[in-house]
C-alpha cells in the first residue's frame, strides 16, 4: 500500500494553483476549474503522491485550517535537500516567511505563508 494523495485546505482553490505551479514549482496533475479541483504533484517524483488543493467551503475545513494556523503549526511539510537555498530563491519570489531556517535535532526547517490560508513548512531531506 502507499499514499497516492493528500489534501491541504486552501481558501481560494484557483488562486493556490497558481501559487503553487508558479511560485513553489509543482506541476499539474489535473486541473477543472469548473469544479473547484485542482491537484498539483512534484516535478522530483512524478509518480508521487498527488497534492488535493481542497477548497475550505465548508465550517469544519474553516475552522481546522484556522486552528492550526493560529496555533502556528504547518498544514503540510514539504522536504527540500537544501533548505537555506529553498529559503533563498522563495524570498526571491516574494514567499513571506515566519523566519529564518534554524535547525534543531529534528533538523533543518522553515515556516512560509502559502498566501491560500496556511503555513507550510520546509524540511531538509537527509541526504
Not at 477543472?32 to 469544519?60: R, W
Not at 533548505?83 to 522553515?110: C, I, K, M, N, W
Given at each position: 500500500?502507499?499514499?497516492?494523495?493528500c489534501?491541504?485546505?486552501?481558501?481560494?482553490?484557483?488562486a493556490?494553483?497558481?501559487?503553487?505551479?508558479?511560485?513553489?514549482?509543482?506541476?499539474?496533475?489535473?486541473?477543472?476549474?469548473?469544479?473547484?479541483?485542482?491537484?498539483?504533484?512534484?516535478?522530483?517524483?512524478?509518480?508521487?503522491?498527488?497534492?488535493?488543493?481542497?477548497p475550505?467551503?465548508?465550517?469544519?475545513?474553516?475552522?481546522?485550517?484556522?486552528?492550526?494556523?493560529?496555533?502556528?503549526?504547518?498544514?503540510?511539510?514539504?522536504?527540500?535537500?537544501?533548505?537555506?537555498?529553498?529559503?533563498?530563491?522563495?524570498?526571491?519570489?516574494?514567499?513571506?516567511?515566519?523566519?529564518?531556517?534554524s535547525?534543531?535535532?529534528?533538523?533543518?526547517?522553515?515556516?512560509?505563508d502559502?498566501?491560500?490560508g496556511?503555513?507550510?513548512?520546509?524540511?531538509?531531506?537527509?541526504?
Amino acid at each position: 500500500m502507499r499514499i497516492k494523495m493528500c489534501s491541504v485546505h486552501v481558501n481560494d482553490p484557483a488562486a493556490a494553483f497558481d501559487f503553487y505551479t508558479s511560485v513553489l514549482g509543482f506541476e499539474k496533475l489535473l486541473a477543472m476549474p469548473e469544479h473547484q479541483l485542482y491537484i498539483v504533484k512534484s516535478p522530483q517524483d512524478p509518480d508521487g503522491v498527488g497534492l488535493l488543493l481542497e477548497p475550505t467551503d465548508n465550517k469544519v475545513s474553516q475552522k481546522y485550517a484556522q486552528g492550526i494556523r493560529s496555533l502556528g503549526l504547518p498544514a503540510i511539510v514539504f522536504g527540500t535537500p537544501d533548505v537555506h537555498a529553498e529559503y533563498e530563491r522563495l524570498r526571491t519570489l516574494g514567499v513571506q516567511f515566519a523566519g529564518a531556517p534554524s535547525t534543531d535535532a529534528d533538523g533543518t526547517s522553515v515556516l512560509f505563508d502559502d498566501t491560500c490560508g496556511n503555513l507550510i513548512q520546509l524540511h531538509e531531506d537527509e541526504q
